[in-house]
Structure formats: C-alpha cells, structure tokens
C-alpha cells in the first residue's frame, strides 16, 4: 500500500468527445485549457505573448521581482530546450544562496566589524559548493556508495557534524562566523541536495552544474522543494507545443486565482479581526494563563479563524510559484487545493501542503515502509505514516530553525522543541490512525456527513492540535480543558 495521494484537477484530461456530455460546473475562471482554438493560438508566437503580457501584469501586482522571473519563463517559453540553463541563470540571480540570520552571526565578528560580501563567497558559499558538486559527483559515479544509497543519513551526518563545529569548536570572530554561517546555509539547502543525490545516483540524472538550478529554483524561494528535484521535473516537464500551450494556460488562470485570492485576503483580514476583533490564538492563550481569559466565544472563534487565515496565507504564496513554474513548462500540481473539503485527517495534510507531505513521504515513509513490518501491512502502513508525519515533521523544522542554537546554544535549542515534537507525535498519531482507516463508507454516508459533518472534523482536530505549537503541552492542555468546560 502506498500512502494517500488525490488526483487533483490539474492532473486530469479533457473527456473524450464520444462520451456523454455531463452537465457543466461553475468555474469562477472557466477551463480555457480545454478549448482546442485557445490552445491552438497559445501555441503561436503571438499567443504565447499574449499569456507572458497577462501573466507578467497580473505578477507585478504580487511580486516586487516580477520583471526578472518574466524574463526567464519567457525565455523558457520561446527555447524550452535550454530550460536547464534558464533555470541555472533565474537561480544565480534571485537565490540569495546567504539566507541565514545574518543579525544572529554578526556578533561572533569584532565589535564594529561588518560582514564582507568577499569574505562570505570565498569562506562560506565556495565550500558549500564545492562540496554539494563532490558530493553528487559520487553519487554519479560511485552509485554503491553510502552517499548514493542513503543520500539523506549522509546529509544528516555531515550536517550534525557542521552544527557540533560550530557550537563547540574554540573559535572566535570571523571563523565562527563563518562556521555557523556555512552550516545554517547546509541546513537549508539539504532537502534539496537529497533531491539531488537521489537524482544524481539513478544513472539518469541531470548534469552537475544544472542541478543546482533546481536548488531554491528562482520562483520558489523557500526550504521545501516545489516542485521536486529534476528527477521529479524531468516527468512533468512539457514535451511537445500542445503541452506547453495548455501548461502555460494553466499558470496564466491560476497567477489570476492566486490575484483574487490577496482580495479576498485583504477583505477577510478586515472583517475579522478589524471588524469582528476576533484575537490571535496566542493573545487568547496568555489572556487564559494570566487569569484574564478572554470571552468564552471569542476563544472558540480564534482558532478556526486562524486556520483559514493560514490557509489563504500558504495559497497565496505557493500558488504564485507555481503558476511560475507552469509559464517555465513544468505541469506541477497546486500545493494547496480545497483543505476545507476534506473528510478525513490524512486528506487535509495531503491538501494543505501537498509539497512538504512529498517530502516527509520521499525522505522517510518510502524508507520506512520499504524494510519495515513487510508481513504486518496495515502496522507497516501505520508505523511508515507516523515515522514521517511526526520524526520528519519534527526533523524538518528543527533545522529550518537551526540559527536559534546560535543564539541560545544547541542544548536549550534542542529543549525548546519539546512542546513541538509533542504536537508533531500527536498530529502522526492522527494522521496514521486516518491511514489505516477503512474508506469503503467513503461516498456511501450521505450528503450532510460527507460534506459538512467529516470536514468540521477534521478541522476541529487541526484547531486542536495546533494549540500545541503556541503552548507547552501542560499549558496546551489547561487551555484546552478551558475551551471544553468554561473553567
């Protein structure tokens, strides 16, 4: 069994014209797509200029470097077959490869000593890579090796080994600078180079040097790979004019989707917390421990509020990558689609996130399911889900916010995550119990419960659950006891 995956819209085709017409769904943006006159013009020079004008007009309004990314997809869009090397120049442009804290590092220098650019090229970002370029040069040519075969563990080692340097070793100034710096910058990019080591020991992966375009790829500037690594992209990368011509549709329909939804937003925002005055969850949490609590229903209307804020939140910002990738060529399916229609546990982390749900599965559940329980199915599916949803969760986010330890030393930091790997084993503990469920009743319960009764529950288990990421699990707990009695 594998994990839960859905087929969103993106991924399907148009019905084929013998079969019987079925009646048509509104679409606030209809399905240009399918249209073979649209997808014909889109296939001319002067269609692909019309969806670059739209597409270029809407983005502006969204993203201050609007008029760099335009010039490469456009560039994609006219010569697809240096896409690599697009993807390699968008990379060297727009990817700041420094994204650490530099406010948190800038201590360990001597007083009244500021970073140099030089200084952090020479001593932070060549090692770096030179390294990665070792690292998948053996991956390519050694594929018995360790690094081939347990690319992530080697990461892991190497970055553990990065992060204790640089918290213990007897350095002082600019080499604990640059230590730190060089092992915040591993940590981030190390989902990435997984992706890359994995691609790169399948004898079919992508030269070196274009590898690295797909490390923090110029329309996605964030830790989680979204897409996947080339492998990934190599499968979902348009093939023939038609396919390109119904990809870039796609992205033009949804930079205009994710335009509409910064309105809704906006009028979302002031009517809830402007209008309505609905408090934050963490101003409602203290208001509880300081003995203030705030109205009873204020501190039930809080927590979905805040969920739906998120989720309008993580759209918006991934929806405009992915339109980007889309005008690049690349068929890659939205990363969040309809959380709220979900009916069980496991299909709302699917939908919320899906590419940080591909990564937990890629990195971990495969791992684990493959040498795990193999003549215990339902405990190897179990026990495979949990591993992901609460180790790799946990895992994730405890590097993705690494530079704390150097501000707090690794111990403390390590301490501080207490209350999130609690979240996490119970949020895997959820999720897992959802995996092994029977869907059989799916479909078959009836209107209300399919539609309002099993999303409101699973909505209700994510505003719960995520009262542990604000609070410690004693005071999580006390504060949940308060939402439940009043007391």
């Known amino acids: 069994m594998q994990p839960e995956i859905l087929t969103l819209p993106d991924a399907q085709t148009p019905q084929a014209p013998a079969q019987p017409r079925t009646p048509r769904k509104f679409r606030l943006i209809p399905r240009f797509e399918t249209d073979p006159a649209i997808v014909n013009f889109a296939q001319t020079v002067r269609g692909k200029l019309v969806l670059l004008a739209i597409f270029g007009l809407t983005l502006s309004m969204l993203d201050a470097q609007w008029w760099i990314k335009l010039a490469l997809v456009s560039c994609m869009a006219f010569a697809p077959k240096m896409r690599n090397l697009f993807l390699l120049i968008g990379a060297i442009l727009l990817t700041d490869i420094l994204s650490f804290e530099g406010g948190q590092l800038t201590r360990f220098l001597p007083s009244g000593t500021a970073p140099s650019r030089w200084n952090d090229l020479l001593w932070v970002v060549l090692p770096f890579v030179l390294l990665s370029a070792g690292l998948m040069w053996v991956a390519t040519n050694y594929r018995e090796s360790v690094i081939a075969r347990r690319p992530l563990l ?24 640059a230590v730190w710096a060089f092992a915040i910058t591993f940590s981030g990019y190390l989902w990435f180079l997984a992706y890359a080591l994995t691609d790169c020991a399948s004898g079919r992966g992508q030269k070196i040097p274009y590898q690295f375009g797909a490390f923090r790829p110029f329309w996605a500037l964030g830790v989680v790979p979204v897409p996947k690594g080339w492998g990934h992209w190599r499968r979902i990368e348009a093939k023939t004019p038609e396919d390109l011509a119904v990809t870039m549709i796609k992205g033009v329909k949804l930079i205009v989707w994710c335009l509409l939804l910064v309105f809704v937003n906006r009028c979302y925002g002031f009517i809830v917390y402007e209008k309505l005055r609905i408090p934050y969850p963490s101003d409602c949490l203290q208001a509880m421990l300081a003995g203030r609590p705030l109205p009873f229903a204020m501190n039930w209307a809080s927590w979905p509020a805040d969920l739906l804020a998120e989720i309008l939140s993580i759209a918006i910002r991934t929806h405009a990558f992915i339109a980007t990738c889309r005008m690049g060529g690349f068929r890659a399916l939205r990363n969040t689609y309809a ?47 949990f591993v992901a949803a609460g180790f790799g969760n946990t895992l994730y986010h405890f590097l993705f916010h690494i530079s704390t330890a150097s501000r707090f030393g690794l111990l403390s930091y390590i301490s501080s995550y207490r209350g999130y790997l609690f979240y996490s084993l119970l949020l895997a503990l959820g999720i897992s119990i959802s995996q092994i469920r029977s ?29 542990f990421v604000v ?12 939402l439940c009695t009043g007391r």
Not at 343 to 370: C, G, H, Q, S
Not at 451 to 458: F, H, M
Not at 472 to 482: E, T
């Open 154 to 177: 080697s990461l892991l080692a190497i970055c553990g080994v990065s992060i204790s340097l640089a918290c213990y070793a007897p350095l002082t100034g600019f080499p604990r600078y």
């Open 339 to 385: 959380p709220l229609a979900s009916r069980t546990i496991a299909e709302y982390w699917n939908r919320y996130y899906y590419y940080f749900k591909e990564l937990l599965v890629d990195m971990f559940f495969y791992p684990t399911f493959i040498r795990c329980f193999k003549r215990r199915p339902r405990l190897r599916l179990f026990f495979a889900t």
């Open 439 to 467: 869907r059989k009743s799916l479909g078959s319960r009836g209107w209300l419960r399919e539609r309002v009764i099993a999303p409101a529950c699973v909505v209700s288990f994510y505003c719960f659950v995520h009262v």
């Open 471 to 482: 609070a410690s699990p004693w005071d999580g707990m006390r504060y949940l006891a308060y």
